[in-house]
T-cell receptor, first 117, second 116 residues
Framework: AQSVTQPDIHITVSEGASLELRCNYSYGATPYLFWYVQSPGQGLQLLLKYFSGDTLVQGIKGFEAEFKRSQSSFNLRKPSVHWSDAAEYFCAVGARVNSGGYQKVTFGTGTKLQVIP | DAGVIQSPRHEVTEMGQEVTLRCKPISGHDYLFWYRQTMMRGLELLIYFNNNVPIDDSGMPEDRFSAKMPNASFSTLKIQPSEPRDSAVYFC??????????????FGPGTRLLVL
């Protein structure tokens, strides 16, 4: 079974600073990888996803993530953080459970991002 | 499209009462998922449906929990009797299949449940 680890529960960065949120996964085959963002009181919104091809994935809101198979990582980055980026971020890994069937997605426990002026 | 709709947005109830959470998936989506989010356990998949049929309910914590999908546009998650440890945010999500690389789960705003 797949699993996801987000080692940082809470991160604080200054507005304008760069950001990197860590995500490590465990899965026996090539995973499907996702980053979601959850603003307070809201549901989850997909930021970006990796299925195959280029290991550097561009997402919405200026975010990007890099898939590194050798490190089993899929870290999320943003070069300059805005105050509106304060939210909780979830990494997720998906896998096919049967031929042509739905990919079961397992979520990490999340990283809360605080942005200070 | 209005997105995934969940009701109620907030629910406060007393231990032992029945709780029913409702979800309307995005029109045309044939997969529906119920998740529970808590501080301790994060986001957990409880059950998912394909074409109104439950496919995997291994995440349902115990017999007090049940879920139904009587038609393509409506699903319920019921807890009977409710307990304080059921307090959590419950999310519904939907997606369109068969699964392809473009597959994305669309989440509803969640129902925040507090059992006293």
């Amino acid at each position: 079974a797949q699993s996801v680890t987000q080692p940082d529960i809470h991160i604080t960065v200054s507005e304008g600073a760069s950001l990197e949120l860590r995500c490590n996964y465990s899965y026996g085959a090539t995973p499907y990888l996702f980053w979601y963002v959850q603003s307070p009181g809201q549901g989850l919104q997909l930021l970006l996803k990796y299925f195959s091809g280029d290991t550097l994935v561009q997402g919405i809101k200026g975010f990007e993530a890099e898939f590194k198979r050798s490190q089993s990582s899929f870290n999320l980055r943003k070069p300059s953080v805005h105050w509106s980026d304060a939210a909780e971020y979830f990494c997720a890994v998906g896998a096919r459970v049967n031929s042509g069937g739905y990919q079961k997605v397992t979520f990490g426990t999340g990283t809360k991002l605080q942005v200070i002026p | 499209d209005a997105g995934v709709i969940q009701s109620p947005r907030h629910e406060v109830t007393e231990m032992g009462q029945e709780v029913t959470l409702r979800c309307k998936p995005i029109s045309g989506h044939d997969y529906l998922f119920w998740y529970r989010q808590t501080m301790m356990r994060g986001l957990e998949l409880l059950i998912y449906f394909n074409n109104n049929v439950p496919i995997d309910d291994s995440g349902m914590p115990e017999d007090r929990f049940s879920a139904k999908m009587p038609n393509a546009s409506f699903s319920t998650l019921k807890i009977q009797p409710s307990e304080p440890r059921d307090s959590a945010v419950y999310f519904c999500a939907s997606t369109v299949g068969p699964p392809r690389e473009q597959e994305t789960q669309y989440f509803g705003p969640g129902t925040r449940l507090l059992v006293l």
